[in-house]
């Protein structure tokens, strides 16, 4: 059974840091493709990391030189790393995992599995 379990949300002041775990298990890990993504209230669902099995990472604009992405294939745990946070990223956080980064092209679709989400908040 495909399991993503999201844990490390929580309030933040502006400027804050949190670091957000998604823990895997159920398939192959370490050939899969892993992403973050977020969700605020009335907004489209998008990406904010991913990171491919060969360690390539790839980030927008809005969270670059702000949010890390990494991931440990023996442990099957992800990790992303934010800093500097703003109000604008106050949102619900979900990790998933597709098959291939390339042919996902950081659609949300792609990502077959996913977790339940972990809820940021940062106040200004």
């Known amino acids: 059974q495909v399991q993503l379990v999201e844990s490390g949300g929580g309030s933040v002041q502006s400027g804050g840091s949190l670091r957000l775990s998604c823990a895997a298990s159920?398939?192959?890990?370490?050939?899969?493709?892993m992403g973050w993504f977020r969700q605020a209230p009335g907004k489209e669902r998008e990406v904010v990391a991913i990171?491919?099995?060969?360690?390539?990472?790839w980030y927008p604009d809005s969270v670059k030189g702000r949010f890390t992405i990494s991931r440990d294939n023996i442990k099957g745990t992800s990790y992303l790393q934010m800093y500097s946070l703003k109000p604008e990223d106050t949102a619900m956080y979900y990790c998933?995992?597709?098959?291939?980064?390339?042919?996902?092209?950081?659609?949300?679709?792609?990502?077959?599995?996913r977790g339940q989400g972990t809820q940021v908040t940062v106040s200004s």
């Open positions: 990171m491919d099995t060969d360690g390539s990472t």
């Open positions: 159920g398939f192959t890990y370490s050939s899969y493709c």
């Open positions: 998933a995992a597709a098959p291939s980064c390339y042919r996902s092209a950081g659609s949300w679709g792609a990502f077959g599995y």
